[in-house]
């Protein structure tokens, strides 16, 4: 007998000996499944690149919220400070305090409408 033995139908590797056309469509068959994968792919990176338009409507709602918040509270406590000077004649004290009042809980305001107080958290360092 030879060094080689080709009746059971496999080479020296173990494996079926295969010819140029399976081969050939084999490729052509992997060739098609990577080309769809690579198709799925493009797709995917094409929709993870487009802006979500919802959010950034959303992002820019909350902040004109928050802007204009922020300016009424100022406002009203300018416009309460300026009244009680008038009526009281202790200008301008009341306008100050007032002001400030009216900072202040413009802030708080802008921050419980931010979702930063109010949150509940579990003390640190353990149970």
Do not use: C
């Amino acid at each position: 007998m030879g060094d080689r033995d080709k009746t059971d139908g496999q080479g020296d590797s173990g494996r079926p000996d295969l010819s140029d056309a399976e081969l050939t469509g084999r490729l052509r068959g992997l060739g098609s499944a990577l080309d769809k994968v690579h198709a799925e792919r493009k797709v995917e990176e094409a929709r993870s690149a487009v802006p979500d338009r919802t959010s950034a409507s959303a992002g820019m709602t909350l902040a004109f919220r928050l802007g204009s918040e922020f300016v009424a509270g100022v406002l009203v406590g300018a416009g309460l400070g300026w009244g009680f000077d008038y009526l009281i004649g202790t200008s301008p004290w009341g306008m100050i305090v007032f002001l400030l009042l009216g900072f202040g809980a413009s802030v708080m305001n802008m921050m419980r409408a931010a979702g930063e107080t109010g949150r509940k958290t579990p003390p640190k360092g353990g149970a």
